[in-house]
C-alpha cells in the first residue's frame, strides 16, 4: 500500500511542514523557551539530562475488552510493548461507552466534570460546547501549546466528530500539528476523512482504503517527514475491533475454531441484577449464540491488522533511532460483552467485561516484563503523559494521576484504591412497540426484544482495590 502523504507535496525530512488551516505554526526556539519559562514544561520527567523530551505514542482501540481474551491476537503488540515494558492489570474506564472514555482519555476528567455523557451531539459528544470548553484545555493542546510538542491524530475521534451542527469536517480541534481524523463512528471502508479540515472521501479498494492500513501508513509518514528539532506526541485510534468487524483479505479465514468464551457468566439468566439485564432471554436462542460467536471470531481478525500496524510503528522508531526515547502505550476506549448474562453483543454495562481495559506502556525507564497491579483508569493517561513531557499537573483541573512513578518502579508509593464508574443510559421514555412487555425507554434492540440499553441504565460505581478488598459497589438512578 502507498503512503499517505500528510501534505500535497511532502516536505524533505527536517523541513517546512504542512499545518491545520488557520493554525499557528510550532513556537520558533526563542518563543518556545519563554513559554517554557513562563510555566510551561520545566522538567524532563522521562529523559535523562541534557537529551530531547521524550516522544509519546498513544494507540488506542476501539471496543477492546481484557476479560474475555481481547489481547489474544495480539502476539507481537503484547511482545514489543508488553514485554519490553509494564502490563497493567486492573486498568478501567469510567465509563463503558466510546465518546464519554474517549473524552476522558483527552482531559483527564471523569464524565461528570466533562459532561459527555453518550454518543450524541445532544449528549455533548463532539458538540459546540465541548468544542468550547473542553478541547482547549486537554491533554495535547497543553503539550502543544505549554510543552512544544508537535502532535499527531490519525483515527476515529469523538462520535459526532465532523457532523454538520458540530463544525462539520472543517473544524480541526485545538492542539494538533497534524490532523487525520475519520467521519463519525468506526468503519473500515467507504468513509471520510479529515485531512487537517479537508475532506478526502475512501472508498473500499483494500490497498488504498483498509482504515487500519491507511492509519498505520500515515503514521509512518509522519515519523519520516517530521521536524526532528522537537519532540512528538502521536494518538492513532483505531477502528478495530468495531463493529462492523471487517477484517483485511489476508486475516478473513483466521480463528474459524475459535468461539466466544463460556466462562460462568455466559448464557445464564441475571438473576438479582438491574431489570435490563434480567429482560434478556434465557437461554440464549441458537441464531442469537451463532450470530455472537461470529462477531467474537471477526473482532479478533481485525485486530491482526493492528498488530501490524503496532509492528510497523516499533520498527520505523527503532529505523530512525527514536525507540529508546519514545514511551508507547497501547489500550482501548471500553471493553465488551458476548453472551455474558446472556446480553448478546455490546457494552455500557458496569460489569469487569465492559468496564475492564488492556493497558501496556513501555519506554525509557520501564524494566522489562513488568506487571502492576495498581488501580489504574484512562483518566491517568493525560497527566502520565504530561507528566512524561515535565508538565506540572497542578496547572491542570484533571482527575486522573500521573501513573509515571509506578512505570519507573517507585517504592512506597502511595496510590488510590478507588476509581469511579458512571454511566447515562440512552433511551427515549416511551414503550417500544415492537416490544410491549418491556419498561418504557429501551434502546440497542436485538431479535426476541433483547435491549442492550434504557434511559434509566443510569448508574454510578465506586471500583475498590487493595490488599484487603476487591469490591465493587453501585447506585441505579431508578426505583430498583
Known amino acids: 500500500m502507498r503512503f499517505l502523504s500528510l501534505a500535497p507535496d511532502r516536505p524533505r525530512r527536517g523541513g517546512p511542514r504542512h499545518l491545520p488551516s488557520g493554525s499557528p505554526a510550532p513556537p520558533s526556539p526563542p518563543l518556545l523557551l519563554l513559554l517554557l519559562l513562563l510555566g510551561g514544561c520545566l522538567g524532563v520527567s522521562g529523559a535523562a539530562k541534557g537529551s530531547r523530551r521524550p516522544n509519546v505514542v498513544l494507540v488506542l482501540a476501539d471496543d477492546q475488552d481484557e476479560v474475555l481474551g481481547g489481547m489474544t491476537p495480539l502476539k507481537k503488540t503484547k511482545a514489543l510493548i508488553g514485554e519490553m515494558g509494564m502490563t497493567f492489570s486492573s486498568a478501567y474506564v469510567p465509563s463503558a461507552l466510546c465518546c464519554p472514555s474517549r473524552a476522558s482519555i483527552l482531559t483527564g476528567k471523569y464524565p461528570h466534570n466533562h459532561h459527555v455523557v453518550n454518543n450524541t451531539l445532544e449528549g455533548n459528544c463532539s458538540s459546540k460546547s465541548w468544542q468550547k470548553i473542553q478541547e482547549p484545555n486537554t491533554f495535547p493542546a497543553i503539550l502543544r501549546s505549554m510543552c512544544g510538542y508537535q502532535t499527531f491524530f ?31 463512528n468506526s468503519k473500515y471502508y467507504n468513509y471520510t476523512l479529515s485531512i487537517n479540515g479537508k475532506a478526502r472521501k475512501h472508498g473500499e479498494n483494500y490497498s488504498v482504503d483498509y482504515l487500519t492500513d491507511v492509519l498505520a501508513n500515515v503514521s509512518l509518514d509522519f515519523l519520516d517527514y517530521k521536524s526532528n528539532s522537537e519532540p512528538f506526541f502521536m494518538m492513532i485510534s483505531t477502528p478495530a475491533p468495531h463493529s462492523p468487524w471487517t477484517a483485511a483479505p489476508q486475516y478473513q479465514n483466521a480463528f474459524q475454531n475459535i468461539f466466544a468464551p463460556r466462562n460462568k457468566n455466559f448464557n445464564i439468566h441475571g438473576t438479582n441484577k438491574h431489570w435490563l439485564i434480567r429482560q434478556a432471554k434465557t437461554p440464549m436462542t441458537n441464531s442469537s449464540i451463532q450470530f455472537l460467536d461470529n462477531a467474537f471470531r471477526k473482532r479478533w481478525q481485525t485486530l491482526l491488522s493492528v498488530d501490524d500496524l503496532v509492528e510497523k510503528l516499533v520498527k520505523r522508531l527503532e529505523f530512525n533511532g527514536e525507540l529508546n526515547n519514545t514511551y508507547i502505550f497501547y489500550t482501548s476506549d471500553n471493553g465488551y460483552h458476548t453472551g455474558q448474562f446472556s446480553l448478546p453483543i455490546d457494552k455500557r454495562q458496569l460489569y469487569e467485561f465492559d468496564i475492564k481495559v488492556p493497558l501496556l506502556v513501555r519506554g525509557p525507564g520501564i524494566k522489562p516484563n513488568q506487571t502492576s497491579k495498581m488501580l489504574v483508569a484512562n483518566i491517568d493517561l493525560g497527566p502520565t503523559i504530561l507528566d512524561i513531557a515535565g508538565y506540572s499537573l497542578n496547572k491542570t483541573q484533571m482527575d486522573g494521576m500521573s501513573f509515571l512513578p509506578i512505570l519507573k518502579g517507585a517504592s512506597n508509593l502511595t496510590w488510590r484504591s478507588d476509581v469511579l464508574v458512571e454511566y447515562q443510559g440512552e433511551g427515549r421514555n416511551v414503550t417500544d412497540p415492537t416490544c410491549p412487555s418491556l419498561s418504557p425507554g429501551v434502546s440497542q434492540c436485538f431479535p426476541d426484544c433483547v435491549c442492550e440499553d434504557a434511559y434509566n441504565n443510569t448508574y454510578a460505581c465506586v471500583r475498590t482495590m487493595s490488599e484487603l478488598w476487591n469490591l465493587q459497589y453501585c447506585e441505579f438512578d431508578d426505583q430498583e
Open 154 to 184: 490519525a483515527g476515529k475521534y469523538l462520535n459526532e466528530y465532523g457532523a454538520p451542527d458540530a463544525g462539520g469536517l472543517g473544524h480541526v480541534p485545538l492542539g494538533w500539528s497534524y490532523w487525520y481524523a475519520l467521519e463519525k
